[in-house]
């Protein structure tokens, strides 16, 4: 029997405590984003009957990518990652402004250089289609209400990485890597306790976990709105890291930038 191709869609593969694992697919063929557990992703390709065509990784933390190796004894495909990192597994490796090709599936996705949380992140972007909105598989430079830590990059690197991800159109679909999102909600809420689109957030994103329901994928209007670290110049978020004394006043955004992500780390 005949599989039919249907038009591409992204399954949702929890793995460890809180890490997301995507499967881009059409129905038949599938590539996965950071695959850090691999009998997971085996498991859901066999419950969907999809065959792997393609790894895509972000970076090269162990979460992200760890379960290649057996991924690769089940199935011999190209694994794609940052060129700007040392992956041993990557067979090839992509930076800015590249295309991806996965086999088998129609469409091409675009790589972004996004450094910040590790010294070579990379996203992939798929564009527009018809009108499904652009996908944005972001690792863990972007998280829904947050950002992440800045383990080998600068606060200069991860506001230029974050600029280019906010200049995607607003109705562009986020599938970050970890559900972090109730938390760093908390902690915007605490930065800026009077956006309004924040306080309605909250409600959203909790009724949604305590069903045990995802809150991602967001979007990029959604995280311009709400998220502190694309927001870190609003005269609000300003004042409180004054009033907090994690700024002094008159200092520059990078300062405000450097300060908001310090506090988060402590908060």
């Known amino acids: 029997m005949t599989k039919i191709k249907h038009a591409l869609n992204v399954l949702t593969v929890p793995a460890f405590n809180d890490n997301y694992l995507w499967l881009i697919h059409d129905g038949q063929h599938a590539a996965v984003v950071d695959p850090g557990d691999a009998h997971v992703i085996l498991a859901a390709l066999k419950a969907h009957r999809l065959t792997l065509t393609a790894i ?30 040392a992956i041993p597994v990557v067979t090839q490796p992509v930076g800015e402004g590249d295309q991806v090709t996965v086999p088998g599936l129609k469409f091409d996705l675009s790589v972004l250089d996004v450094p910040g949380h590790t010294g070579g992140h990379i996203a992939y972007v798929l564009p527009q289609r018809g009108d499904e909105p652009a996908w944005l598989f ?51 809420s605490a930065v800026e306790p009077g956006n309004r689109a924040l306080l309605e957030r909250v409600e959203l994103e909790s009724a949604k976990r305590a069903k045990g329901m995802p809150t991602v994928p967001t979007t990029i209007g959604l995280e311009k709105a709400t998220n502190p670290f694309l927001r870190y110049r609003e005269p609000a978020i300003v004042g409180a890291l004054i009033a907090a004394h994690k700024l002094a006043p008159n200092e520059p955004p990078v300062a405000a930038f450097a300060a908001l992500r310090q506090w988060k780390n402590n908060f």
């Not at 895509?56 to 990192?85: M, S």
């Not at 995607?168 to 679909?173: H, K, M, Q, S």
């Open 138 to 188: 972001c690792g863990d430079t972007l998280f829904a209400g947050g950002c992440g830590r800045l383990f080998e990059g600068t606060p200069e690197q991860m506001i230029s990485s974050l600029n280019k991800l906010a200049a995607l159109p607003d109705a562009t679909r986020v599938f970050c890597a970890h559900e972090y999102t109730l938390a760093n909600l908390r902690f915007a």
């Open 56 to 85: 895509l990784l972000t970076h090269h933390h162990a979460d992200h990518t760890g379960g290649v190796p057996e991924l690769l004894q089940h199935y011999a495909v190209p694994v794609f990652g940052p060129r700007n990192e």
